[in-house]
């Protein structure tokens, strides 16, 4: 698996963009981009995921260089209730299986 | 919105004793895994699950462990003899793949507490 690396925290004040970085330089061609997040000790929570173009949902929006090398996901308006910890996992071809990392600590501040 | 269900959600044992996992995947989803999270420790992959076999499995993953897909519903994981380090969160995921495409949901988790 791509290995991916994350800040391991970050801030947000609420109602602004929260923006989360990830690089994966190893990423492979058939290798997708996944952002799931883990709200306390509640099961991960999938997010959005993207090959090579952008991609939009209602949670956020994910935007991938385009040498792919690395991505930001975007939370347009963080609330209280999007504080998590966020991770960025490359998976694809034959291998279905998620490898989680430490990920991003992400506290929305009132 | 289908989502996937895990019972008990806690879970006591002894050590040694056997214990089963139950999971509920979503209905239309052909592809099961179990991961675990030790407290404060990062969520680890155990074992995938598709066509009725392993698709595949980590170290963790030892003889202590199995799982089935007793019905076409639920989807477990039994760990034999338990020890005092499997207490730990386990979280199923289900998922439908399509083209590479793999997005796992997961469940709210069993916590499994060892005595």
């Known amino acids: 698996d791509a290995k991916t690396t994350q800040p391991p925290s970050m801030d947000c004040a609420e109602g602004r963009a929260a923006n989360l970085p990830c690089n994966h330089s190893?990423?492979?061609?058939?290798?997708?981009v996944y952002w799931y997040r883990q709200i306390h000790s509640q099961g991960p929570q999938y997010i959005i995921h993207?090959?090579?173009n952008n991609e939009t949902n209602e949670m956020a929006s994910l935007i991938i260089t385009e040498d792919r090398k690395s991505s930001t996901l975007i939370l347009p308006h963080a609330t209280l209730r999007d504080t998590a910890v966020y991770y960025c996992?490359?998976?694809?071809?034959?291998?279905?299986?998620?490898?989680f990392g430490k990920g991003t600590l992400l506290t929305v501040n009132p | 919105e289908p989502e996937v269900t895990q019972t008990p959600s806690h879970q006591v044992t002894q050590m040694g004793q056997e214990v089963i996992l139950r999971c509920v995947p979503i209905s239309n989803h052909l592809y099961f895994y179990w991961y675990r999270q030790i407290l404060g420790q990062k969520v680890e992959f155990l074992v995938s699950?598709?066509?009725?076999?392993?698709?595949?499995k980590s170290e963790i993953f030892d003889d202590q462990f199995s799982v089935e897909r007793p019905d076409g519903s639920n989807f477990t994981l039994k760990i034999r003899s338990t020890k005092l380090e499997d207490s730990a969160m386990y979280f199923c995921?289900?998922?439908?793949?399509?083209?590479?495409?793999?997005?796992?949901?997961f469940g709210p988790g069993t916590r499994l507490t060892v005595l």
């Open positions: 996992i490359v998976s694809g071809g034959s291998n279905y299986k998620l490898t």
């Open positions: 699950f598709y066509n009725n076999e392993i698709s595949e």
């Open positions: 993207g090959l090579k």
């Open positions: 995921a289900s998922s439908v793949v399509r083209g590479g495409r793999n997005e796992q949901f």
């Open positions: 190893t990423i492979s061609g058939n290798e997708y």
